[in-house]
């Protein structure tokens, strides 16, 4: 209601006379934007001088809730009578629309769209046309579902600064030209694909990054960014041959992170701690993240190499203040009691020195989690002197909890809790 207030105090200062017809212009962009696209058309019959005035408003927003027919007829007429620039352009689909997609990217990139939204929810993926590329004043996209043609000759969106694809095939170029060829980039997102060997990020002046899908290889030469969630999902575990040759020679840590000078949060999910546990990995890591302050790992217990990948990630955030880690099982031999162990002895008093918050999360049942996260603690408990909370997300055996509190904890200030989500650390 807040954001009313202040179209409603400006419409009382109009009652003296035909307050509707004498509302100014802007005022008018206002209520525009407050209304779905079909009341915003209907607006020409509330008098003379509002006959036009929605067809210079700088947002479409179309949203399917009936036929394909219907949606595709609504479109072409607005863009038929629209004067002006667009700006933003949002369409929300639940079929798609190949054939008229065309004409209407024809048409926004004669106007000079910024924003470009395309949500799309049906069962087969929505076509976007090489047109697209032509709107070159582009700063702001997202896709979904959705296969991508790109022409080759594509000289690149020199105005983009962010990006997100989320289920998407992309033809022509590859996603590493795609990217390269948006020298203001700074926010990437990239979700459910599948790229075939080296996914290569090259971006001078990327800040955020979200990488969800499936590669064989990663190459990130970002030396702005500041947030990284980089999660790789393989169901053949094809990134196993890719990365094998290179094995023996650097660590992937060092060889896809060593770049990432500035940042402050990394996110790692499913096999990206597989991929970055594989070549050798140093005791001493070689690159050490000064800013880098917050970590969300997962843990696969009964995996010594993950493990100790695992360490060699906090070993190399020296400032590491926020923890936050899955603890995971695939079967195999109980491996992490020992190797917490071992790193106490050889990193104690360096370890967590700074560390202020940590979240261990159980996400599967299974008898030997509880040892293996009561180990962790344990770790953390005698190791971090400025510890402040040590939440335990979405398990509640008393017993366990019983066992914590008769750990002895090197800072005082220390607090133990039992929580049931903590969804707010996944959100930027």
Same mark, same amino acid.
């Given at each position: 209601?807040?954001?009313?207030?202040?179209l409603q105090s400006r419409v009382k200062h109009n009652l003296h006379g035909d307050y509707i017809s004498d509302l100014p212009d802007d005022l008018k962009q206002e209520i525009f934007l407050k209304l779905p696209i079909k009341d915003v058309v209907r607006t020409s019959i509330l008098s003379s001088k509002w006959k036009d005035s929605w067809t210079s408003i700088p947002t479409l927003a179309f949203a399917q809730k009936s036929t394909d027919s219907k949606l595709i007829k609504l479109v072409d007429n607005v863009l038929m009578v629209h004067c002006g620039?667009?700006?933003?352009?949002?369409?929300?689909?639940k079929h798609p629309c190949n054939e008229a997609m065309g004409r209407w990217m024809l048409i926004l990139s004669r106007n000079g769209v910024r924003s470009f939204d395309l949500r799309y929810s049906g069962d087969e993926k929505c076509k976007i046309p090489s047109r697209f590329f032509s709107c070159v004043a582009l700063e702001w996209v997202f896709m979904s579902c959705c296969i991508i043609n790109a022409p080759r000759a594509f000289q690149g969106f020199k105005l983009l600064r962010m990006i997100a694809l989320e289920n998407?095939? &992309?033809?022509?170029?590859? /996603?590493?030209?795609?990217v390269s060829c948006c020298p203001l980039l700074e926010k990437l997102g990239l979700h459910k694909f599948i790229h075939q060997g080296c996914l290569h990020i090259m971006a001078p002046n990327l800040i955020q990054l979200h990488l969800y899908g499936e590669f064989h290889d990663l190459c990130i030469e970002t030396p702005k960014l500041t947030f990284g969630s980089i999660g790789l999902y393989s169901r053949n575990r094809d990134y196993k041959k890719s990365v094998a040759e290179k094995a023996g020679k650097e660590s992937n840590?060092?060889?896809?992170?060593?770049?990432?000078?500035?940042?402050?949060?990394?996110?790692?999910?499913?096999?990206?701690?597989?991929? &970055?546990?594989?070549?050798? /990995?140093?005791?001493?890591?070689?690159t050490i993240?000064?800013?880098?302050?917050?970590?969300?790992?997962?843990?696969?217990?009964s995996v010594q190499d993950k493990i100790a990948?695992?360490?060699?990630?906090?070993?190399s955030a020296p400032n590491l203040k926020k923890l936050r880690i899955e603890f995971l099982y695939y079967g195999g031999e109980d491996q992490l009691p020992a190797q917490i162990l071992s790193k106490l002895k050889a990193t104690e008093g360096c370890l967590f020195k700074c560390l202020e918050i940590v979240n261990i999360v159980h996400v599967q049942n299974n008898v030997l989690l509880a040892k293996w996260m009561l180990e962790f603690a344990k770790l953390v408990l005698n190791t971090a002197p400025v510890l402040q909370k040590l939440n335990v997300i979405n398990f509640e055996d008393a017993t366990f909890f019983t066992k914590l509190e008769c750990f002895p904890k090197l800072s005082k200030k220390a607090e133990i809790a039992s929580v049931k989500n903590d969804k707010d650390w996944l959100i930027m």
């Open positions: 209601m807040g954001g009313l207030e202040p620039p667009i700006l933003n352009f949002k369409l929300f689909l998407f095939n &992309l033809t022509g170029i590859s /996603i590493g030209n795609l840590i060092t060889r896809v992170l060593g770049y990432l000078h500035n940042i402050q949060k990394l996110h790692v999910f499913d096999d990206f701690i597989d991929y &970055l546990a594989m070549g050798p /990995i140093p005791e001493n890591p070689p993240f000064y800013e880098l302050t917050e970590i969300n790992v997962p843990l696969c217990c990948a695992a360490f060699c990630l906090f070993k």
